[in-house]
């Protein structure tokens, strides 16, 4: 059964850049037809698909966030990152990463402050 768990800073700056990454246990980031994706859910709102790495290392990303917004990953380590720049307020969220839209981790809240 794959299993995943982000991790990350919980606090971060004003126009700084979040990295976090998702560790990935139970099965390969490579396998085929597998999609690794970040979603994000502010408080009080629904949740937003930021983008997606595949099985194969191609990315997509929401347009919203396309400009600020990268995703890689490290398949000898077996998880993938979220890098997120220019961080305002409205940046706090739980962040969750997920295989399929199917599995996802636990989340972890980050809090964007001035």
């Known amino acids: 059964q794959v299993q995943l768990q982000e991790s990350g800073p919980g606090l971060v700056k004003t126009s700084q850049t979040l990295s976090l990454t998702c560790i990935v246990s139970?099965?390969?980031?490579?396998?085929?037809?597998?999609?690794w994706s970040w979603i994000r859910q502010p408080p009080g709102k629904g949740l937003e698909w930021m983008g997606t790495?595949?099985?194969?290392?191609?990315?997509y990303y929401s347009p919203s966030l396309k400009s600020h917004t990268s995703i890689s990953r490290d398949t000898s380590k077996n998880h993938f990152s979220l890098q997120l720049s220019s961080l305002t307020p409205e940046d706090t969220a739980v962040y969750y990463c997920?295989?399929?839209?199917?599995?996802w981790g636990k989340g972890t809240l980050v809090t964007v402050s001035s």
């Open positions: 997920a295989r399929n839209l199917k599995d």
């Open positions: 790495i595949n099985y194969d290392g191609s990315t």
């Open positions: 139970g099965g390969s980031i490579t396998t085929t037809n597998s999609y």
